[in-house]
């Protein structure tokens, strides 16, 4: 299911009941002693061809909805790109008119578009629109809202109850509907661009990563069944941006299914990676972009410290190195990446080419410029704890982090 959709409903619902403002927290005391400094960030600091764009650095902002006010996001993201990132993805850009959040289809949300690449733009940072399709069927997802909204039902209890309406809702979309959400990631990569965005990326998990698993597509048609059927929504989707834009850079979020232990139910199982991967890039993928799949426990995908399985630094780079033995193009990890000299070694050793970071880049937007200015014992480290970001996310505060009390 459909952290994502959750995430929608979230804003819907925070719309719905006004403005909530920012808790202040709690500050933990790290042992700035323990703090490695590092020598070198060479390679960190060096350029990249990312499918034609040059990112100056190695470092992206990962995708991350913010669940803020239009202004206080603004803001973030501005703070964020001044930081010295590369890129900014932004997360959940809607491929659909009608999906929540700002739409690319109307003036309003062009608008609000505009000003964030703008703003990013002004900072010598670019701008990524990660397309989104959400997998619920956004009809069995309204009737839960009266629910959440008088709080009856909770965020941890909707969650399961939105799951068990992908599978049947992905086995039974008509092919008529799937060919115009597949044509409408086409038509959304066209609004990106015009609105100032640099490049997109398609959105690998949600509805992609649902018909990529057998977990919840069940089809008989020329979608379910073998990994090329499952992997025909996901091809078609980055052929439509191919298609109508040539030279657009695309990144693909590519969402792994681990099976033992397992974790994560849509997304690419790891023996599948081999025939994905290859029919992406023919599609026109330029970048994957690479992660653990699993939208319905959200530790799993935003892990803590404490994870039994995710919990240390780099945790999901495994993944990046199965991806790495199938393609030439460029590999950005994700996924607990906060030290610089551990980024700067897996960007040597050619596990990944560039580190994409949400937490540690709300922790501290200035990470990047830290480090390449060699004051790394000044960053404020991220310590897994999602007590703010997510947290504060679930909690419908927006996202936050415990560093925020001090100013910084
Ligand atoms: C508050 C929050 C919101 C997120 N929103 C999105 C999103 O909109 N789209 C997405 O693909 N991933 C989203 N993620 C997942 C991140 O992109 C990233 O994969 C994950 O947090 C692991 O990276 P990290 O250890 O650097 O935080 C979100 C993560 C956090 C903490
Ligand atoms: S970004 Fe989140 S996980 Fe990291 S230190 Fe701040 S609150 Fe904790």
Same mark, same amino acid.
């Given at each position: ?22 808790? *202040? ?44 006010? =239009? ?7 501005? =703070? ?10 932004? +997360? ?7 999906? @929540?959040? *700002? ?19 002004? $900072? ?63 038509? !959304? ?9 640099? %490049? ?6 949600? %509805? ?39 030279? #657009? *850079?695309?990144?693909?979020?590519? !969402?792994?299914? =681990? ?19 290859? #029919?992406?890039?023919?599609? +026109?993928?330029?970048? @994957? ?32 190195? =199965? ?41 501290? *937007? ?5 480090? %390449? $200015? ?19 996310? %679930? ?14």
């Amino acid at each position: 299911m459909t952290l994502s959709s959750c995430w929608a409903i979230l804003d819907f619902v925070k719309r719905k009941d006004g403005a909530r403002r920012a808790r *202040p927290c709690i500050l933990k005391k790290i042992d700035r002693k323990k703090e490695s400094s590092i020598s070198t960030c060479e390679i960190l600091s060096s350029p990249l061809n990312y499918g034609g764009l040059t990112l100056k650095n190695r470092i992206i902002f990962a995708p991350t909805t913010l669940g803020l006010s =239009q202004e206080e996001q603004l803001e973030r993201l501005r =703070q964020i790109a001044a930081g010295g990132c590369a890129m900014i993805i932004l +997360g959940d850009v809607p491929v659909l008119p009608h999906g @929540f959040g *700002p739409s690319l289809y109307t003036k309003k949300g062009r608008a609000w578009y505009r000003a964030v690449a703008d703003a990013v733009h002004a $900072e010598g940072c670019l701008l990524c629109a990660q397309l989104h399709q959400s997998d619920s069927n956004i009809k069995a997802m309204l009737k839960y809202i009266p629910g959440v909204l008088t709080k009856r039902i909770s965020m941890e209890q909707l969650r399961p109850l939105l799951n068990q309406e992908v599978g049947p809702y992905i086995t039974g979309l008509p092919t008529r509907k799937i060919k115009e959400i597949t044509e409408g990631f086409g038509r !959304a990569a066209e609004l990106a661009v015009e609105v100032g965005f640099d %490049m997109v990326q398609v959105h690998g998990d949600r %509805m992609c990563g649902s018909f990529s698993s057998t977990v919840f597509n069940h089809r008989t048609d020329e979608y379910g069944g073998s990994p090329e059927n499952r992997a025909r929504f996901a091809v078609e989707a980055v052929s439509a941006n191919r298609r109508r834009l040539p030279n #657009l *850079p695309i990144d693909y979020k590519l !969402a792994v299914r =681990q099976e033992n232990p397992h974790y994560g139910n849509a997304g690419v199982l790891e023996s599948e990676l081999g025939i994905f991967v290859p #029919l992406l890039e023919k599609a +026109g993928v330029t970048s @994957f972009h690479v992660t653990l799949a699993n939208h319905e426990e959200l530790a799993d995908t935003i892990p803590p410290a404490r994870h039994p399985e995710f919990g240390k630094e780099g945790c999901f780079l495994k993944f990046c190195d =199965q991806v790495r033995g199938l393609t030439r193009l460029p590999v950005c990890g994700v996924g607990g990446l906060t030290d610089p000299e551990f980024i700067e070694a897996q960007l040597k050793a050619g596990r990944i080419d560039c580190a994409a970071m949400s937490r540690q880049l709300i922790a501290d *937007p200035a990470w990047p410029r830290k480090v %390449m $200015e060699g004051r790394p014992k000044e960053i404020h480290r991220c310590v897994r704890c999602n007590k703010e970001c997510l947290g504060g996310m %679930m909690a419908h505060r927006g996202v936050h982090c415990i560093y925020e009390r001090k100013g910084s």
